[in-house]
């Protein structure tokens, strides 16, 4: 009897141990299980303090909050703080869906016919959409020069660029293909510019020239090199806007000033796709209509209605035409043609009215 009792409470006790064991593996798996789902919540975020003014802030999750031992790389600014002042700019949202086509707008008439067309996109870039009261050619106020083509930028005060020369915190983008004259570059560049003109003829990969002014051998295209190609093997340094952009730590362009000798459409049309065209202050631009322009197909017709589509996309990015020249001294021909009373080339000068 005495040896039954003894056997029976032993493996009560038994027992016991191996419920309380159980238990608290039980506790400690529901404690860890716990513990990881409330980390993971979405709605439980850390917010990371810049450690000196102008960083950005980050929101991490806590598993995404770095050790102390790793490093963290912010991209700042080259310009010395020459990236605020604007209420209407914002940072490209990198985002955006991709575009791969401009939107057509509809043909100016039912026959489709050149003559319709033509019309249609002389009348608009040869009528400002908004007035400036404070026009200024070349940086020359005072006096008239009637060899160089009129570079016209709108200096009213309702328009940032005049707030930014007065700050020295403005920044212009020249595009050419072998310009001699740069009368305009070294006016914007003495009024305390940060002047960027883009020429591949110079001799030099980079040139500084005076105070603010650099020249670079670079062609802006409107694509990129092809990668498979060797870079000794290129005819020329080219590239697209964005890309420079990129390397030279730029988000913004108080002026964009060109003259590519008809790349501009295909240019254009690059800038409005990845949405360059929202960094810009002021677009200054020469256009060629002798020919449709490099890599520009179709009809004569479809070929302006594919011009006139570009600056509405302009006008719908609230860029304001506010002034328009006709080169009288260049052939007078629309698409190889004598026709419509139209010059080969104009100078023409737009406003994003964002930029306030």
């Known amino acids: 009897m005495l040896w039954r009792e003894l056997r029976l409470r032993w493996r009560t006790c038994t027992l016991r141990l191996l419920a309380l064991c159980l238990a608290a593996l039980l506790c ?163 009024e305390g510019c940060e002047v960027h003109r883009f020429d591949p003829s110079i001799p030099s990969a980079h040139i500084h020239e005076a105070e603010g002014l650099w020249h670079h051998r670079l062609s802006v295209d409107w694509r990129d090199p092809n990668p498979a190609i060797a870079p000794h093997r290129l005819h020329s340094n080219t590239k697209k806007l964005k890309t420079i952009l990129n390397e030279f730590g730029h988000w913004k362009i108080d002026v964009l000033k060109a003259d590519m000798e008809s790349a501009e459409w295909k240019i254009l049309e690059n800038i409005i796709l990845e949405g360059i065209i929202e960094q810009i202050g002021q677009l200054v631009l020469e256009i060629h209509l002798h020919w449709p322009g490099f890599e520009v197909s179709g009809n004569d017709s479809s070929v302006v209605r594919y011009w006139y589509s570009l600056f509405k996309e302009l006008e719908q990015k609230d860029f304001k035409l506010f002034y328009t020249y006709k080169d009288l001294s260049k052939p007078q021909l629309f698409l190889k043609k004598d026709v419509f009373n139209a010059s080969s080339c104009y100078i023409l000068s737009w406003v994003n009215t964002r930029w306030t």
Request: net charge positive; glycine share 6%; hydrophobic share 30%.
């Open 28 to 190: 400690t798996h529901f404690s860890a299980e716990l513990k990881r789902k409330s980390l993971s919540q979405p709605g439980l975020i850390l917010k990371v303090p810049p450690k000196e003014p102008g960083a950005e802030v980050y929101n991490r999750r806590p598993d995404e909050v770095p050790s102390r031992r790793q490093v963290i790389y912010v991209r700042r600014s080259s310009s010395n703080g020459r990236q605020g002042g604007h209420s209407g700019v914002r940072k490209r949202n990198t985002l955006q869906p991709v575009r791969w086509h401009i939107d057509l707008q509809p043909w100016a008439g039912h026959s489709h016919s050149l003559e319709e067309e033509a019309r249609r996109f002389l009348r608009y870039i040869t009528n400002s959409q908004i007035t400036c009261s404070h026009l200024v050619t070349n940086g020359l106020t005072d006096h008239v020069v009637d060899t160089l083509k009129p570079w016209t930028v709108c200096l009213d005060n309702k328009f940032s660029l005049a707030h930014q020369i007065r700050s020295k915190q403005c920044r212009v983008y020249s595009l050419g293909l072998g310009e001699e004259e740069n009368i305009f570059e070294f006016s914007m560049a003495s």
